[in-house]
């Protein structure tokens, strides 16, 4: 009985080691792969940026680091888009009001904004995309009026996984490293590439008790910055 017992508490040990191994090895992988989801979006993103072909359509707004321990830095520029796709966007209370020959100019791009939000109602706190669409050329007077500049088209959750986002744009000027940025304040200063570390949080699911806390996964990359 002693035998008997001593070989199934061996087997037991093992089974349940065997079992944390996997638990461990599934979990990274998948927080490998949601880890490539996101950055593969960003360099999307990123890669697209569009200033205009004099440098002053669109922009790059770099916020961080973020204060109150907000874990993710805030990410928000201007994409190329086609003017097809981004009529496309827009509200259909708009479409109807204008025809070929009173519709205004339509900008160059569309905005991207990568943002912390907080858990509110049903949606869970996680690093969220909202895509706006920016419909016209707006004069001043129409800005005095309140005439909107862009219109929210959707806001989606990217991952509740992330634990910390960080950003940092190389200032070719300077040949150096800053964790912001704004075109808008200096549109002299050319934006080469945005460095992006990316740090998401496992479940625990790898062993027990102490074993079994969560574990943080680094990942990084450089993103170069697209059309300028």
């Known amino acids: 009985m002693v035998f008997v017992t001593l070989v199934a ?4 040990i093992s089974i349940s080691t065997c079992l944390n191994v996997w638990n461990r090895a599934t979990e990274a992988a998948e927080i490998n792969q949601e880890a490539r989801a996101i950055l593969d979006m960003l360099s999307r993103d990123v890669q697209m940026t569009y200033l205009g072909l004099d440098g002053k359509a669109g922009y790059v707004l770099g916020e961080g680091p973020p204060a109150g321990g907000q874990p993710v830095d805030t990410l928000e520029l201007a994409t190329q888009s086609s003017s097809i796709s981004r009529l496309g966007l827009l509200p259909e209370e708009r479409l109807p009001k204008w025809d070929d020959s009173e519709r205004p100019p339509v900008t160059d791009y569309v905005v991207v904004r990568y943002e912390w939000l907080a858990q509110e109602g049903e949606a869970p706190a996680g690093l969220y995309r909202t895509v706006s669409v920016v419909p016209t050329a707006r004069t001043e007077d129409e800005l005095e009026l309140g005439e909107p500049t862009a219109y929210e088209v959707s806001t989606e959750l990217v991952s509740t996984a992330v ?4 950003y940092e744009y190389y200032d070719s000027e300077g040949q150096s490293w800053t964790s912001s940025w704004d075109t808008l304040a200096d549109r002299g200063r050319a934006l080469p590439a945005i460095s992006v570390k990316l740090t998401l949080r496992d479940a625990g699911r790898g062993g027990r008790g102490k074993r079994a806390q969560k574990r943080d996964h680094v ?3 450089t993103i170069p910055v697209g059309a300028s």
Request: glycine letters at 10%.
């Open 9 to 12: 508490s061996g087997i037991v």
């Open 163 to 166: 634990a910390r986002l960080r």
């Open 219 to 221: 990942f990084e990359t």
